[in-house]
């Protein structure tokens, strides 16, 4: 079992920049590819980045591609999503995921979740 927990947000002015951070727990959790999805009331919840346990290549979505850089440190079981020149179209909840099996962009291929942070951001 891996218990995440999300910090980071807040409100933030369109343009500025935020970085969130996943703790996570458990004895497996530096073999297991990360994501970042976000979810709001008229989206749902969606694909963000991932990044796998090498630290390897890491697959974003194209709305946040040259903005958003997820990272990890797996010695401190953490993972971190830098957001900049963020868009009031970036406000949602942000979950960190722990990948189980399947499709990287697919929520069904993940089994665990944090409780979500929130990001805002103002025009």
């Known amino acids: 079992q891996v218990q995440l927990v999300e910090s980071g947000g807040g409100l933030v002015q369109a343009g500025g920049s935020l970085r969130l951070s996943c703790a996570a727990s458990?004895?497996?959790?530096?073999?297991?590819?990360m994501a970042w999805f976000r979810q709001t009331p008229g989206k749902g919840r969606e694909f963000v980045a991932a990044?796998?346990?090498?630290?390897?290549?890491?697959p974003y979505a194209d709305s946040v591609k040259g903005r958003f850089s997820i990272s990890r440190d797996n010695a401190k079981n953490m993972v971190y999503l830098q957001m900049n020149s963020l868009k009031p179209e970036d406000t949602a909840v942000y979950y960190c995921?722990?990948?189980?099996?399947?499709?990287?962009?697919?929520?069904?291929?993940?089994?665990?979740w944090g409780q979500g942070t929130q990001v805002t951001v103002s025009s």
């Open positions: 995921a722990v990948h189980r099996n399947g499709g990287y962009y697919f929520v069904s291929s993940y089994a665990y």
């Open positions: 458990g004895r497996t959790f530096s073999t297991y590819t």
């Open positions: 990044i796998p346990w090498s630290g390897g290549s890491t």
